[in-house]
């Protein structure tokens, strides 16, 4: 079982960036990692995910604009935020999945307001 920690999150003004960090409890070198969202009143959903391999997928609206990275050896996984939107305002979840696991993290703010 591994444990996920999200960090990074906070206010920010439209147009500003910001890098969350999830930081696990053991190795994730096998695990597919990503990132969801929810904003209140609507369902979590997928922001970016990256395999084992590396490779990436974006929802839609991040794409250009998100960049999703891991560190196996740190046990860490990112999301580099850029031009940050005020629809980009929810709670940001890490997940981590392996052999039908799933892990999540509790969870790290994001407000876009001018």
């Known amino acids: 079982q591994v444990q996920l920690v999200e960090s990074g999150g906070g206010l920010v003004q439209p147009g500003e960036s910001l890098r969350l960090s999830c930081v696990a409890s053991g190795n994730i070198f096998n695990y597919r990692m990503g990132w969801y969202r929810q904003a209140p009143g609507n369902q979590r959903e997928l922001v970016a995910a990256i395999a084992s391999g590396g490779s990436t997928d974006y929802a839609d609206s991040v794409k250009g604009r998100f960049t999703i990275s891991r560190d196996n050896a740190k046990s860490t996984m990112y999301l580099q935020m850029t031009s940050l939107k005020p629809e980009d305002t929810a709670v940001y979840y890490c997940?981590?999945?392996?052999?039908?696991?799933?892990?999540w993290g509790q969870g790290t703010q994001v407000t876009v307001s001018s």
């Open positions: 997940n981590g999945y392996r052999m039908g696991r799933t892990y």
